[in-house]
């Protein structure tokens, strides 16, 4: 008798705690959401990574290419944290990419290039999954535009690489 009220007393304890654990999580969550929605410009202004321009020969064969430019203003507001675009803008966000591959200037239609493209929209594409969740983490959120802003700067880089190398002209003896 003496063990069936001890196991009875045991098992109220045990309810009684973990309802405490379930309410104790439910906050944490809230506040990881809070601390989601707190990113700045100076929290991306701290990344570190290399950041390469275009230069003045690669902007003089990509001036009529208005894609690239389109999406060099969402990086620029990617980099203002501002993540607006990402938010139901699901059409625009599908079709940058395939836009800007298919107006790619004929000077730059080289498979590196559109490797490094095709890495932007993986990256692109996952931005906007992970800014839309309200499950992620500050950092995780972070972490993923620094992946996108390096995944911009590895295309402009590679443009610039076809470009130089492209004007070289090398005299055979």
């Not at 991306?44 to 390469?52: E, P, S, V, W």
């Not at 060099?72 to 940058?96: G, Y």
């Not at 390096?150 to 880089?157: D, E, K, P, Q, Y």
């Amino acid at each position: 008798m003496i063990i069936k009220i001890l196991s009875a007393v045991g098992l109220l304890m045990l309810l009684v705690s973990c309802k405490k654990n379930q309410e104790t999580s439910t906050s944490m969550d809230n506040s990881e959401y809070l601390q989601n929605q707190n990113i700045t410009e100076q929290d991306i202004a701290k990344l570190k990574y290399t950041d390469y321009i275009l230069d003045s020969k690669t902007e003089e064969v990509i001036k009529d290419w208005q894609e690239y430019y389109q999406l060099q203003d969402v990086i620029n507001n990617v980099k203002k944290a501002d993540l607006s675009f990402f938010n139901n803008n699901e059409e625009n966000i599908k079709s940058i990419p395939e836009k800007l591959k298919e107006s790619i200037p004929e000077e730059l239609n080289s498979e590196s290039i559109l490797a490094r493209l095709l890495v932007l929209e993986t990256k692109l594409f996952k931005l906007e999954s992970l800014s839309n969740l309200s499950t992620t983490s500050k950092e995780e959120l972070l972490n993923t535009i620094k992946e996108f802003l390096v995944a911009f700067s590895h295309v402009n880089f590679q443009m610039n690489k076809k470009v130089e190398f492209d004007s070289r002209t090398i005299e055979k003896p």
